[in-house]
């Protein structure tokens, strides 16, 4: 059975941080390339950022770089998103989703994705 559990969102201020994890099961974790979404109140889902499981490369659209970190822990099939320096726009339903054989890049986060785990809620007060 195919899941991709989002977790550790939460509640935190502005300026603060929060690191989600997506665990990933029942397929090869290395064949897939694994993307974060996020959909905010009134607006539709976007894709944020992308890691290649197999080779580690990784992508960030502008609004999060530099304050973004993707990493993947292979051994745990687990892939990780810390955020720092969270704005009160960041505040959002964040999903995590897989893509056979997917290369992270710019174009990888506009694929449909194979995969979808149900999402996590960030919420960052001002």
């Known amino acids: 059975d195919v899941q991709l559990q989002a977790s550790g969102g939460g509640l935190v201020q502005a300026g603060g941080s929060l690191k989600l994890s997506c665990a990933v099961s029942?397929?090869?974790?290395?064949?897939?390339?694994i993307g974060w979404f996020h959909q905010a109140p009134g607006k539709e889902r976007e894709g944020i950022s992308c890691?290649?499981?197999?080779?580690?490369?990784?992508y960030y659209v502008d609004s999060v770089k530099g304050r973004f970190t993707i990493t993947s822990d292979n051994a745990k099939s687990t892939v990780y998103l810390q955020m720092n320096s969270l704005e009160p726009e960041d505040t959002a339903v964040y999903y995590c989703?897989?893509?056979?054989?997917?290369?992270?890049?710019?174009?990888?986060?506009?694929?449909?994705?194979?995969?979808w785990g149900k999402g996590t809620l960030v919420t960052v007060s001002s």
């Open positions: 989703a897989a893509l056979y054989i997917g290369k992270c890049s710019s174009d990888f986060l506009y694929y449909d994705m194979d995969y």
């Open positions: 029942g397929f090869s974790f290395d064949d897939y390339g």
């Open positions: 890691i290649s499981s197999s080779d580690g490369t990784t």
